[in-house]
């Protein structure tokens, strides 16, 4: 396979790919060189939302092409314009910035939240509290926040001002108030990387409370939970919780590279002319097609997701190779008890695509797999764990 050998040539060597090569999809089919069909419950980690190459996004997207591809943002443009209010409306925040990436997200939301706090309280309020097992990206300030050793190893000494709390402990979390000058408490609402674990409800609300009480924001990265995948437009939605400031990429794009940072009613101004930026950031192709996107994620869809999430529930835990199955929605992850690398390999084998998180078997199929589809993929996980 000339893709292979030329991969692993020329590409930097900072991925173990699966022995697949994906030339073409459509909906949640995708096919390899040989033309062997797939069922992809992988969606390219939760990014392609409604499947590959989808008829409406195509029309959206390619609209757009051939109108102006780029602008840059010394200029007014429309799609980024009506991508922001539209998510305003859907959530009731108040202002976004865009940007290209999960990472570039939450440095942004990371820089607003210092600047929150340094207006308000003073320089010294710099600290943001972030959960131990967490990811929030590969930039240094990103794996600063991402509360996971493996990842900060041979590139320290890495931002300053980030501490972290064990997931669900609050006794940890009012330590760390105490005894540390906070601006901001950053979480994902279901850990993803981490092995597809939600948040107890109890101490989310704790997070809330104690960011009331102390002024400290509350910033729910939802680069991977975000945009219909929980079952809700955004999985804070699930929690009663109104967070200061929301992070999301992967699936707003439906495939093309975007991210957003919302911003409440305390935070829609906080970021001023100069104070931050980006060249690529609101893209029009790509705002037109997360427009297109974000305008199908409605009641109706997220009824399905509920009920796909359910079956899926379901029958999995009928199989007695499976266990301990976690997530929200469409984002669900399981242990098995042959080694979960075999257990990909066989899947993949009989033509269905899953991925991992962890040590964990991790779903996220697109958000309207069609029924048919994700039967016989369910068939396939539970025939290879049985
Ligand atoms: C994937 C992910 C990121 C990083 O996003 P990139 O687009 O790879 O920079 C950050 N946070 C969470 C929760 C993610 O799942």
């Not at 992988?42 to 051939?66: H, K, P, R």
């Not at 939301?109 to 710099?126: N, P, V």
């Not at 939970?225 to 109104?242: F, P, S, V």
Request: hydrophobic content about 40%; glycine content about 10%.
């Amino acid at each position: 396979m000339c893709v292979k050998t030329n991969d692993e040539k020329y590409i930097a060597s900072t991925y173990a790919r699966f022995p697949l090569f994906i030339e073409k999809g459509k909906g949640s089919l995708a096919y390899d060189e040989d033309g062997k069909e797939y069922i992809d419950l992988g969606t390219g980690i939760a990014v392609n939302t409604f499947g590959y190459c989808d008829e409406e996004w195509i029309g959206a997207v390619t609209a757009q092409l051939s109108a102006v591809q780029h602008t840059s943002n010394l200029f007014y443009s429309a799609p980024d314009t009506e991508l922001a209010k539209l998510l305003c409306e859907k959530t009731g925040f108040k202002k976004v910035f865009f940007s290209n990436s999960g990472a570039e997200a939450n440095e942004c939301a990371i820089k607003a939240a210092r600047k929150y706090a340094a207006d308000k309280k003073g320089g010294d309020y710099y600290t943001i509290i972030t959960l131990k097992n967490s990811f929030h990206g590969r930039t240094v300030t990103t794996l600063a926040a991402t509360g996971q050793d493996t990842f900060h190893k041979d590139f320290l000494p890495l931002t300053d001002g980030f501490c972290y709390v064990e997931a669900n402990n609050t006794e940890e979390l009012e330590k760390a108030v105490k005894t540390n000058k906070i601006a901001a408490i950053m979480f994902e609402l279901v850990q993803g990387e981490g092995g597809v674990i939600p948040l107890d409800k109890e101490f989310v609300q704790k997070i809330a409370q104690i960011a009331q009480k102390e002024d400290i924001l509350m910033i729910a990265d939802e680069v991977q939970t975000g945009n219909g995948r929980t079952g809700k437009l955004y999985a804070y939605m699930n929690y009663g919780i109104n967070p200061d400031i929301v992070t999301t990429a992967k699936g707003i794009g439906g495939g093309l590279p975007l991210g957003a940072t919302l911003f409440g009613e305390k935070t829609a101004n906080v970021l001023t002319p100069g104070t931050h930026g980006s060249t690529f950031g609101g893209n029009p192709v790509c705002c037109a097609g997360a427009v297109n996107i974000i305008s199908r994620i409605d009641d109706k869809l997220l009824d399905e997701v509920a009920k796909k999430s359910n079956y899926i529930i379901e029958e999995l835990s009928k199989c007695k190779g499976i266990s301990n199955i976690t997530g929200m929605g469409l984002m669900l992850g399981f242990n098995t008890l042959k080694d979960s690398s075999e257990v990909i390999k066989e899947c993949r084998e009989k033509g269905v695509i899953v991925i991992k998180a962890k040590d964990k078997i991790r779903l996220l199929p697109a958000l309207n797999i069609p029924w048919e589809l994700l039967k016989r993929a369910v068939e396939v996980i539970k025939t290879v764990n049985s």
